[in-house]
């Protein structure tokens, strides 16, 4: 008696079903990277616009001499002279609050992850930190303003530096945590199992997070530079040079402001070509702290 024996199917003609969450996940996935893409898009016609409307009016009215003299007598009524004393504040006051910043975050950050990892004193820092990022500038002016008139001081450049050194001490001491964050926690249980102290591991730990250290520095020197609430009542303003930390001096964002604040066109114009070299330096600013974070981070652990 013959057994009749079918002929197999071909596997390759056998197409298993999707199965329904499958088509629901890469549905989902297909709009929020649209949304994304959008975001980014609107983000980047945002900047593009800024852009575009501050080179169109302050372009014009750009010049050698804008940039290299003070300000002369009628300067805000349409006369000649530069912002190159607001240019040299600006400078003068990001560098010295990003300094002081520097001396208290640097200790602080590697004291959390040398010595108190994991416990609850480093949560209430970190959370401290992540309120003082919030905190508005002009509040940092008046808590300045208010100790200035309680000591009896009068605005100067060390007064500036020291409040606007407030407001970039939570940028650079969290950004710099997060960096010291990325270290592998291998590098650590290492340099213990081979006897190493706490103290030499802070110092391991600062050698490792150079590169997201420079970073941090020129990211707070930007938000310095651009700040001007809080040197608005402590920095005070002058049409002269920086004379002396006891002195006034000017800013950038101050010089653009009070130039807006004039009636004259002329006047107007010069304020749209300030905010094009500020905005032109904080954009210097932040293209070389992504280019460091890549160039100086090739030989870092991982």
Known sequence: MSEHISDPIPQASVRPAKPLYLERRRLEERVFLALMRLCLLGAAAALGMILA???????????????????????????????ANAIAGSILLASGATAAAFCWAAPLVLYLHAYARRSRFAAWVRLTLDVLWGIPSIVYGAFGFSLMI?????????????????????????TLDEVLRMAPHQLLETGFALGATRAEMAGLLLRQALPGLFTALLLAFGRGVGDAASVLFTAGYTDNMPGGIFSPVASLPLAVFFQLNAPFPAVQER????????????????????????RLGKHVVR
């Open 150 to 174: 309680l000591l009896g001081l009068r605005a100067s450049l060390l007064a500036g530096v020291l409040t606007l050194s407030l407001v970039v001490l939570p940028i650079l001491a969290r």
């Open 271 to 294: 304020a749209y070509a300030s905010a094009l070299v500020l905005t032109v330096m904080i954009l210097v600013i932040s293209l070389t702290a992504h280019l460091s974070l890549r």
């Open 53 to 83: 409307v501050i080179f169109w009016r302050g372009v014009g009215a750009l010049s050698v001499e804008m940039l290299t003299q003070p300000p002369r007598g009628n300067f805000y009524l349409g006369g000649g002279g530069g912002i």
